[in-house]
């Protein structure tokens, strides 16, 4: 079974600095992505952004990017410029090629200082 | 814009009732889904159904049916709710299937059961 981990239970950063939640997978599948989405204090959960394993290329949506490695089973989010609406706790999960499940790692609380 | 609404935001229940959780898309999506979201353990999923009528077991579905008997409507019932399922509920829709399609998430309902 695929399992979704999440070390950091809680991370900090300061309004205008970069951070990077850790996110490891384990999977046997060839084909499979990857998301990390967001859920803020009102809960409505969002898609931040998605990583195709097939594709080497590291995804990237305006201040958010990720680290794809493939090889470690790694898959981190970095946000740059950190801004105080970038806080919420965020959820790596991972999904296979051709399945309908999203499975969650247990989540990331960031909070974002002034 | 997707919308997935649930019918209640906050709900307090006894145990031994019977609770039904509604869940209603109007994107035409073929997948829908409940989680169950519980600090420190992410979401985990709760049954799925990926056609009307048709559904399949999640992760955790002990103590929970599901009812889809119109494509934009998703229904949980707990059939006698106990204070082991007070939790907050995540219902999510997909448009087709295949492990690349984004979810998208209602705003959640926050059950108690006393």
């Known amino acids: 079974a695929q399992t979704v981990t999440q070390s950091q239970p809680e991370m900090s950063v300061q309004e205008a600095e970069t951070v990077t939640l850790s996110c490891t997978y384990d999977t046997s599948e060839s084909d499979y992505y990857l998301f990390w989405y967001k859920q803020p204090p009102s809960r409505q959960m969002i898609l931040v952004i998605r990583q195709e394993a097939y594709k080497q290329q590291n995804a990237t949506e305006n201040r958010f990017s990720v680290n794809f490695q493939k090889a470690a089973k790694s898959f981190s989010l970095k946000i740059s410029d950190s801004q105080l609406g970038d806080a919420a706790m965020y959820f790596c999960a991972y999904s296979g090629g051709s399945n309908y499940k999203l499975t969650f790692g247990k989540g990331t609380l960031l909070t974002v200082n002034p | 814009d997707v919308k997935v609404t649930q019918s209640s935001r906050y709900l307090v229940k006894r145990t031994g009732e019977k609770v039904f959780l509604e869940c209603v898309q109007d994107?035409?999506?073929?997948?829908m889904f409940w989680y169950r979201q519980d600090p420190g353990l992410g979401l985990r999923l709760i049954y799925f159904?990926?056609?009307?009528?048709?559904?399949e077991k999640g992760d955790i579905p002990e103590g929970y049916s599901v009812s889809r008997e119109k494509k934009e409507r998703f229904s949980l019932i707990l059939e006698s709710a106990s204070t082991n399922q007070t939790s907050m509920y995540l219902c999510a829709s997909r448009p087709i299937a295949g492990g690349r399609s984004e979810q998208y998430f209602g705003p959640g309902t926050r059950l108690t059961v006393t």
């Open positions: 159904s990926y056609d009307v009528k048709m559904k």
């Open positions: 994107m035409d999506h073929e997948n």
